[in-house]
């Protein structure tokens, strides 16, 4: 199971970099979300896999280690809260530029 | 209430902030004295908080009352306190700037301010590796805002880049807290850095790692090469009142590298002893000599101040690679380079506003109304930029020069660095102020023109002189009481060079 | 004899999760896609329920509920798009 | 009154699901359940300002019965078709003309046809006059329009309307 | 618990899993997007309801006491996954899907 | 404490004088030469006792512990300087008020030379080298102000920016030679540097400490190679030179030497850098100013020359010649003082300072002309005038030193070269201005100026004869304290006279003198040489070429690092987080796996990351059709839920999931008014490199988490879990966490959302955007603004979201659920309310604006957290009780609710804020005039 995860850690984190590095507005969003969550599983992983064992007190041996859940939650409402706000700034970019281009000029938009 | 001293400066500019937004019909005016008050009630226990850390002793607040490190801790040791009264003397003047009209152009300025106070002293306070990035992201998200008020094409474009570079950067800031966390089993910081001391090499790789990461996004706030592009368009396209204050952002870089350099990363850190060292030096010195190319490039006031900016964090961040002396001169240079690069910026616009043809890019215009008077100004600030005499800038390259003697390179980045800047801010200012040309129609069109958009001159003259004299107040005072100013650093140095004290007051009497 | 039953349930709901994400992948139009994201929703309803009786916990219950509450909002946001390309007017 | 008690029905509804979201009957619970079923709707009053009155009662529950049986036997009967393949259907649209002029009616009309016989209503003439329904494997239109009206649509008439 | 439930679990359980299959099968069999939004709609539910019943049994032989909040989840089912197809249809229509 | 006073009172006075302006220029006059003589007054006391031989120091503590205090220190070398300054100075200041036409301020002229003075008292008064470095540079800028007096004009700019570049630069080089030279001595006083000699010149940093310093000292008295900046300096108003170039600004370098004499001198490496450059330089000097045509050229040729002349004399080493150093000091300084004032007079009657055209003047003001005879008679060395003395001395000091040293036999022939010259050009001045025909068409014609304008000139050249003919009797004394201080030590034998009998240096100087004369009849050949002589190969020139060709490479580096785009920006990001993690990684011990017990792979698992990994994939591959986009990452939050479930992390899920939905409505917002499509513009080389970064950043994410996940987990969680309900009250640990053991993280996350939606309000302010009438296809809207089935049920909903929000948010505490959900569920219900019924329908009907529910809640929050203090715990400490109320039964009371109800309530709002001024952008677009719905 841990390699599958890992997997899907690494896939969601370069796909999120591939995104990152297009040059509109929206593919930047994408790939900040896809970041985002590559980012939260590779956190929660940080409490490795546990399966059946969530950190609800009831009497059981053992729990699911609960600071990482704790650390994605904040994790995850900040990043909602920063995802929201570049979504915004890219509609003011738009409306600025008249285009969705990351630097507002379409034409020099590769310089590898 | 001083047993509550370490959370009193994070908490003022909080209640002001949610205050300002509860009554969110008051007056621009009756805002502004809400914020003013605020800032001054912070500056005073900034310097409270400083007094009572000045003997040496940490002040650890457990948050929730529940122990390291488990519970969050505020740890207020000098170095937190320094970086926090900075943060507030400069806040004030910025603040004051701000009144000439910049907060009404656009919705909430004061509420983003106080907000951005807010994360900044929690970010110099807390003792808790995710609570910093909380901070981090408090401070982050209301530069956003402030970044952007008012709008405009350019602010824009330098906006997004700036955001979409330190969004990039927190989910960086996460990873390199998940493997630190998965490594060492904390997030306290002095809990860190004893775990540090018994790594077991299995994990060690997982902890250079993140380490290392942390110095990337560490690096990228502080805009060490080669991530400082975002800055210089970012400073010099947002509005001077916020420029000013984001002087002080770079500096939240620079401690959290001076931090962690010193207490996770330190002697006693065993296998991840000098985790920074081969890429801290290195790369600022070569972040200096980038910077200083750009000054001499800088085509308007604006983008010099930026490029300069980025010649102190590289001064700074090379101090601090040099040791324990280094980080003393660099302690002592750290308020000087905030507060000139606040000047700097609150003068670029006052000249911008006053000189509607041209605005602060180096080219001869008309002279403006007052023009000796803005002359005099900007030698002065040109003075404490440069790192000439007699201004507080000299003694902190002095210091610092002092510090590296077995460092030719050191001596020589910063010394031809020194040369440069003179020569751009010399070329600066006798575009702006020698080279004047006889005020005609055309400029005078202009003038009216572009004035409209721009808050008027001479109205909020007297307001201008004061922010922009504060600040000069505030050098000239770090030069005058540079003894006091620098025996406080050294004090400080030595203090970080000791981390077992910060380790006990925040553990209690671990080993 | 439950678990044995389990496990076979829960082949089928992947097998489920499988068909529907193709209809996602393969489209063709977007309705498509976004009645196989609503169809994957409810999949999820499936598979939750089965978790909570194999790992007998009902601390998976609540997530079945908000899905059943919420799955559909995207559903309704997205055809809105289609419909009106302005969802909140 | 109407300010106090906005929806008279939905308030016993309320505390109703919320004793099934605590999965319990103890006194406190359903106090609690009381107290946010008047609470609520009156909150949300400005939402849902029209009032349902439902006229017919027992209507409501025998209607209930007859919805569920139908849900059951139309699920099985697409079970098939899917397993049948494609090829043993014949799909088609049909305009369903109305008579419901209750909004919540209508709606839950939509809904039932959406539920049960292969149908799924489709779109809702600008009027609200007819019902465009997609039939999954109809052969006869008129008897599936009037399989609609009889089974569902009637008793709906009755229960919001009179 | 006693057989009997076991056996009646497990069935229910089957039962649901393939019904929840039989509506993602839909999917991928029928050939226009009119004919496949009636899998998940119907046969879904049923599956999901089956699994829900199962469920119920399930927690009120084993937890304490008498489990029904199982019900809502059908109950909200059966509100919001019309409305989805329903809209579904509709934006289908006007894309002018055949 | 006096000296301190005495240097700031220049300084204070400058901004007096400067105040002074609006009362008329002789008011400024007044104002500033009593501001001199106050700063003299002041001294007096101290200059005698030095001149008794006493050495007072007076210090101030600054920054002891960097060892700078502000330290003076008043000896011989430093009277005498203090004199030159002083007195000089004096005299510029009735002169320019004479020279400085009514249009120029005088108040400001007077003002920057008054700052001037005060900064080079201060150098020739600094006990400690930081300090007398600080008012070296002070000397810098200063001078740059007086130099660009004249503004508007391009070639004092320039020259004034020349002149702060090289001395500035000459000064940073002195910074590093004195810090090595306060490492070798100990301190930066002063009294111990000159004690350490032995040490100093015996330690390995000697050498280049020495380089560093002379490169300072060069550099300010204009010595060949940077001796450029000085006639270009000329631009500056006639006073200024004559204050600048004679006595003060060029001989801090050549007191420096003096100064530090005793420490540094008498070692190879001085004797041929310093001798070297200043014979080259003085040889250098004497032949180029015999080709300048403008007066003031020519004086600052000479100038430069003098300076070579005293740098070699220090450079020579013996006492004799320190002594003569100082005696040339006093001579040049007076001697040159008076030609510039002299040449001022001129060039303020002929309105031009070229000597091509300035001829015969003798007719038209003899009385000038005397005195400027007198003085250049100095400048050449004829005896009875002081300069002959000096010169004297200087060669008879070449012939015994070059006696002792290699190649010796060359010094007194370059020397006497030099000298011949040194007439050449003297008599020229002479010859060219005051005989040689008539004035060719000069702008106007000279006469003798006003009388208190000469009177300057008069004193001086009053001081050259005495000076010139009874040296024993006027100058003696002050040189011999002078050069004891500068010697540190005995007096070496020497007397001044006019007559020292038929000896080498007495031919020397009559070789110079006739030879001199000759070349100057016979220069007619040498001028049509000199005209051919290759201008790029001045000094001024290559140094611009230099200062330019930095400025192009700065811009070319600038521009080409910083092309504004954000994409690279991003890739250097990513390389350098790559960098730096590969690095911790890779450079580890340990193998990547580790050894902690790993779990089975069941099927549904596989399918679901499955899902996962190819939903991502899709998203990305086809990330140019966005809505397709959207859907298939709407699939991977889902997944990415389910996988919290699986992996026992429920309240995980719950967010996961509301926090999914809310961001596809936002992305949806967005892309309505963003284009349907992404182009594909990037070039392939481009998406190549960004795939190959993408890889291994996927790469390394997976290698560590792998890592991570293969490792056994000694993290705190049994502390958590074994506190949660004792301490906490709370079975849900994670929430107990949120709320209560990390609630302080909680707090800054709510602000950082509400941060985030006054952002957006802010951001959205006026922001108009037009929304397409058309979907993507062309294909017009539909007419059904609010679908009346989707409307009915979203009401019939509400209240069964509200109450499910209600119940998630009691139970958080014990079971998954909690404010943070709670408020999302209630925010997207509300949302369900826009979606089906419009803003401005749900907008009416809502019973509480964003604003201030996110204000109250953060409020509710800061007071939990406070009121722990009324018990006189620390901020956020919570307390718990569990109540017992009949009919109720018994339930459970926890302060962190109180907590979780402000996170509800920021929660709400800061997300209904975000959504609705997304919603409200189109209306405003559409209706301009409609303002923006305020809070």
């Known amino acids: 199971m841990e390699a599958l995860i890992a997997l899907a850690i690494g896939t969601l984190t370069g796909c999120g970099v591939y995104l990152l590095l297009r040059a509109r507005t929206f593919a930047v969003v994408l790939g900040l979300t896809l970041l985002s969550y590559g980012v939260n599983l590779f956190l929660f992983a940080t409490g490795r896999l546990v399966i059946g064992q969530p950190p609800v007190v009831s009497g059981a041996a053992s729990y699911a280690d609960p600071l990482p859940q704790a650390l994605v939650l904040t994790a995850i409402v900040i990043s909602f809260a920063m995802t929201a706000f570049v979504i915004m700034l890219s509609l003011r970019a738009r409306e600025e530029f008249g285009n969705d281009h990351v630097d507002g000029t379409p034409q020099q938009s590769d310089a590898p | 209430m001083m047993a509550h001293l370490p959370i009193v400066p994070i908490l003022l500019p909080f209640l002001a902030g949610t205050l300002l937004l509860a009554f969110g019909r008051l ?95 929690g970010a110099f306070l807390t003792g808790d590796l995710f609570n910093l990035f909380v901070f981090f992201e408090i401070l982050l998200i209301a530069s956003y805002g402030l970044a952007l008020h008012g709008g405009g094409q350019a602010r824009t474009r330098a906006g997004l880049h700036y955001v979409v570079m330190n969004l990039a950067g927190s989910t960086v800031f996460l990873f390199a807290a998940g493997l630190i966390y998965a490594a060492l089993g904390s997030l306290n910081l002095a809990d860190l850095a004893l775990k540090a001391a018994t790594l077991t090499p299995d994990k060690l790789g997982l902890a250079r790692a993140g380490g290392l990461l942390l110095l990337a996004v560490f690096a990228l706030k502080a805009a060490l090469l080669p991530l400082h592009l975002w800055l210089p368009a970012a400073y010099s396209g947002t509005s001077a009142p916020v420029a000013a204050l984001f002087a002080i952002m770079t500096k939240v870089g620079v401690y959290a590298i001076l931090r962690s350099h010193t207490l996770l990363f330190g002697d006693g850190a065993g296998a991840l002893a000098h985790l920074f060292d081969p890429w801290l030096l290195p790369l600022a010195l070569a972040t200096i000599l980038v910077a200083t190319l750009g000054a001499l490039a800088a085509d308007s006031l604006g983008r010099l101040s930026g490029y300069l900016v980025l010649v102190s964090v590289g001064t700074l961040l090379s101090a601090v690679a040099v040791g324990t002396d280094g980080i003393a001169a660099g302690l002592y240079y750290l308020p000087h380079s905030t507060f000139t690069a606040a000047l700097l910026f609150l003068l670029a616009d006052a000249i911008k506003r006053r000189r509607p043809g041209s605005g602060d890019h180096l080219i001869p215009d008309a002279d403006m109304p007052r023009h000796a008077l803005w002359g005099g100004l900007f030698f002065a600030a040109a003075v404490a930029a440069a790192g000439l005499p007699p201004l507080s800038g000299f003694i902190g390259k002095f210091l610092i020069l002092r510090a590296a003697p077995g460092q030719p390179w050191v001596w020589a980045v910063i010394l031809l660095a020194a040369l440069l800047a003179l020569m751009a801010l010399a070329r600066a200012g006798s575009q702006v102020f020698f080279n004047s040309l006889p005020a005609t129609g055309a400029a005078a069109a202009k003038a009216s023109k572009s004035a409209s958009g721009v808050v008027t001159p001479g109205a909020s003259t007297a307001r201008d002189l004061l922010a922009i004299g504060g600040l000069l107040g505030l050098i000239l005072a770090l030069t005058l009481f540079a003894g006091p100013a620098f025996e406080f650093a050294h004090a400080t140095a030595r203090q970080l060079a000791e981390p077992a004290h910060y380790i006990n007051a925040v553990l209690g009497a671990k080993p | 004899m439950l678990s044995g039953a389990l496990i076979l349930a829960f082949t089928f709901v992947a097998a489920a999760f499988g068909l529907s994400f193709f209809r996602l992948l393969k489209g063709p139009s977007v309705p498509d896609r976004i009645l196989a994201l609503d169809t994957l929703y409810i999949n999820a309803i499936a598979l939750l329920i089965l978790l909570g009786i194999q790992l007998g916990s009902p601390l998976y219950f609540e997530a079945a509920l908000l899905i059943a509450l919420m799955g559909f909002v995207g559903t309704v946001a997205l055809s809105k798009f289609l419909l009106r390309g302005d969802i909140i007017e | 009154m109407k300010r106090w008690l906005p929806h008279p029905l939905l308030t016993p509804i309320l505390a109703l699901v919320w004793l099934l979201l605590n999965n319990t009957v103890a006194p406190g619970q359903i106090v609690l359940g009381l107290l946010l079923g008047w609470a609520i709707p009156r909150f949300t009053f400005g939402f849902w300002p029209e009032s349902v009155r439902i006229y017919r009662h027992s209507g409501l529950l025998r209607f209930l019965a007859v919805f569920l049986y139908d849900v059951l036997v139309a699920n099985v009967a697409v079970a098939r078709l899917v397993l049948a393949g494609p ?19 209508l709606s839950l009309l939509a809904n039932i046809i959406c539920l049960t016989p292969g149908t799924v209503s489709a779109r809702l003439s600008p009027d609200h006059r007819t019902l465009l329904v997609h039939a999954l494997d109809c052969t006869d239109p008129g008897q599936l329009i009037h399989t609609i009206k009889m089974r569902f649509e009637a008793p709906l008439k009755e229960i919001f309307e009179c | 618990m006693n057989l009997a439930t076991e056996i009646l679990l497990s069935a229910l359980v089957l039962i649901g899993a393939v019904f929840t299959l039989i509506g993602s099968l839909s999917l991928v069999r029928f050939k226009d997007f009119y004919t496949r939004l009636h899998g998940p709609t119907k046969a879904t539910t049923l599956g999901v309801g089956c699994l829900l019943i199962a469920s119920s049994i399930f927690f009120s032989v084993t937890g304490d006491g008498l489990s029904l909040h199982e019900i809502l989840v059908t109950f909200f089912l059966f509100i919001t996954a019309p409305i989805s197809a329903h809209l579904l249809a509709k934006a289908a229509l006007h894309l002018g899907l055949r | 404490m006096q000296l301190l006073p005495a240097i700031l009172t220049p300084v204070l006075g400058a901004a007096l004088v400067a105040a002074t302006g609006r009362f008329g220029r002789t008011a400024s006059a007044w104002c500033a030469a009593v501001v001199t003589g106050l700063a003299l007054l002041q001294m007096l006391p101290l200059m005698a006792a030095s001149f008794a031989g006493a050495t007072t120091i007076e210090r101030l503590p600054w920054i002891t512990s960097a060892g700078l205090d502000l330290a003076f220190r008043m000896d011989g070398l430093g009277l005498l300087f203090v004199l030159l300054i002083l007195i000089i100075g004096l005299l510029v200041i009735v ?35 930081i300090q007398l470095l600080i008012f070296w540079e002070l000397t810098s800028l200063s001078s740059y102000l007086l130099i660009a007096y004249w503004r508007q004009r391009k070639d004092a700019r320039g020259g004034a920016r020349m002149a702060l570049a090289i001395t500035g630069a000459g000064g940073l080089a002195l910074l590093g030679g004195f810090i090595l030279l306060g490492e070798m001595a100990g301190s930066y006083e002063l009294t ?26 060069f550099t300010k008295s204009a010595q060949f190679p940077f001796h450029f900046w000085l006639p270009n300096a000329m631009a500056a108003p006639t006073p200024v030179s004559a204050y600048l170039h004679s006595a003060t600004m060029v001989k801090a370098g050549v007191f420096l030497l003096a100064r530090l004499f005793p420490v540094l001198s008498g070692t190879d490496a001085w004797t041929w850098w310093v001798g070297g450059i200043g014979l080259s330089t003085f040889l250098l000097g004497a032949v180029l100013a015999l080709f300048k045509h403008d007066l003031k050229g020519l004086l600052a040729y000479s100038t430069i020359s003098h300076l070579g002349l005293i740098t070699a004399l220090f450079g020579i080493g013996t006492p004799l010649a320190a002594v003569a150093g100082v005696f040339h000091i006093i001579n040049h300084a007076i001697f040159k003082a008076g030609l510039f004032m002299a040449a001022g007079i001129i060039d303020h009657e002929c309105g031009t300072r070229d000597m091509r055209r300035i001829n015969g003047l003798w007719h038209f003001m003899p009385h000038t002309a005397t005195l400027a005879m007198v003085a250049s008679a100095a400048m050449a060395g004829v005896p009875l005038a002081n300069g002959f003395l000096s010169k004297e001395m200087f060669f008879a000091e070449a012939v015994t030193a070059g006696g002792q040293m290699r190649l010796g036999w060359l010094l007194p022939i370059v020397v006497t070269v030099a000298g011949v010259f040194a007439v050449a050009y003297s008599v020229r001045f002479i010859h060219d201005v005051f005989f040689n ?42 040189l011999a304290v002078a050069a004891g201080a500068v010697l540190q030590g005995p007096l070496p034998e020497h007397n001044l006279a006019l007559w020292h009998g038929f000896n080498p240096a007495l031919w020397m100087s009559v070789i110079a003198l006739v030879g001199g004369t000759l070349l100057y009849w016979g220069r007619k050949p040498l001028f049509a040489l000199h005209d051919r002589w290759d201008e790029r190969l001045q000094g001024r020139v290559i140094f611009e070429a230099l200062t330019h060709g930095l400025r192009a490479f700065a811009e070319r580096i600038t521009r080409w690092l910083d092309t504004g785009s954000l994409q690279r920006q991003l890739a250097l990001l990513i390389v350098s987080a790559l960098a730096l993690g590969g690095a911790g990684l890779v450079l580890a011990p340990a193998a990547l796996t580790g050894t902690r017990p790993l779990l089975t792979i069941d099927g549904i698992g596989l399918m679901a990351v499955l899902v996962l990994i190819l939903a991502t994939l899709a998203a990305t591959a086809w990330h140019h059709q966005r809505l397709t986009a959207l859907v298939l990452t709407g699939a991977v939050g889902l997944i990415v839920a389910l996988v919290f479930v699986k992996f026992s992390a429920p309240d995980l899920a719950l967010t996961q999931l509301s926090v999914e939905v809310v961001t596809v409505i936002l992305l949806l917002l967005a892309l309505y008014f963003l284009p349907a499509s992404t182009p594909r513009e990037s070039s392939p080389a481009r998406r190549w490199r960004d795939a190959a970064l993408a890889l291994l950043a996927g790469c390394g994410a997976a290698a560590l988490a792998w890592a991570v996940l293969t490792r056994s987990n000694d993290g705190m969680a049994d502390f958590f879990i074994q506190n949660s309900v004792p301490g ?32 957006i309000f802010a951001l959205l302010g006026n922001l108009r955007l037009p929304g397409p009438t058309h979907d993507a296809s062309g294909r017009a809207w539909d007419s059904d603004t609010h679908p009346m089935i989707l409307a009915t049920f979203a009401r019939l909903l509400l209240p069964l979201a509200l109450l499910v929000s209600f119940f998630v948010f009691l139970r958080g505490h014990n079971l998954p659920g909690g404010g943070f959900i709670a408020g999302l569920i209630t925010a997207i219900a509300l949302i369900v309310q826009y979606l089906a019924n419009g803003v401005s329908w749900t907008q009416e009907r809502l019973p509480a604006h964003t604003h201030p529910l996110i204000a109250s809640g953060l409020i509710i929050a800061l007071l939990t957290g406070l009121a722990s203090w009324l018990f006189g715990r620390p901020f956020l400490t919570s307390a718990f009780g569990h109540f017992d109320w009949p009919l109720v039964g018994e339930f459970e009371l926890a302060s962190a609710m109180a907590f979780d109800l402000g996170v509800y309530l920021v929660v709400v709002g800061a997300t209904l804020l975000i959504l609705i001024n997304l919603g409200l952008v189109h209306r405003a677009s559409h209706e301009p005039q409609a303002a923006p719905w305020k809070p």
Request: net charge negative.
């Open chain 2, 27 to 121: 007056s621009l005016p009756a805002q502004r004295w809400l914020a003013l008050a605020s800032v001054l009630a912070q500056i005073g226990a900034a310097i409270a908080l400083l007094t009572a850390v000045s003997g040496g002793d940490i002040l650890v607040y457990r948050l929730g009352d529940w122990p390291a490190p488990w519970g969050i801790v505020l740890v207020a040791d000098r170095l937190s306190a320094w970086m926090v009264l900075t943060t507030t003397l400069l806040a004030l003047w910025a603040l004051i700037y701000a009144g000439n009209g910049v907060d009404g152009q656009g919705r909430h300025f004061h509420v983003l301010f106080q907000l951005q106070l807010f994360g900044l002293a």
């Open chain 4, 87 to 105: 090829r043993s259907l014949n799909p088609l649209f049909v305009e369903v003309p109305l008579d419901l002029t209750n909004d919540l009616g």
């Open chain 6, 95 to 129: 002169y320019a008020h004479y020279y400085l036409s009514p249009r120029d301020s005088l108040s400001r002229l007077y003002a920057y030379l008054l700052l001037f003075m005060g900064s080079m008292l201060g150098v020739v008064l600094s006990e400690n080298l």
């Open chain 6, 192 to 217: 111990q540097v000159l004690a350490s000699g032995d040490v100093v010149r015996a330690h390995p940093l000697y050498l280049p400490a020495l380089l560093l310093i002379l490169l300072g000292a």
């Open chain 6, 437 to 478: 025909g008539q004035p060719v068409n000069l702008p106007k014609t000279p006469h003798e100026p006003v009388r208190w304008m000469k009177v300057p000139v008069e004193i001086l050249v009053l001081l050259v004869l005495l000076v010139g003919i009874f040296p024993a009797q006027t100058v003696e004394p002050l």
């Open chain 6, 728 to 759: 906490g009250g709370g079975h849900n640990v994670v929430n107990v966490i949120l709320v209560d053991f990390r609630g302080f993280d909680t707090f800054g996350e709510i602000t950082v959302l509400a941060i985030a939606a006054l952002g």
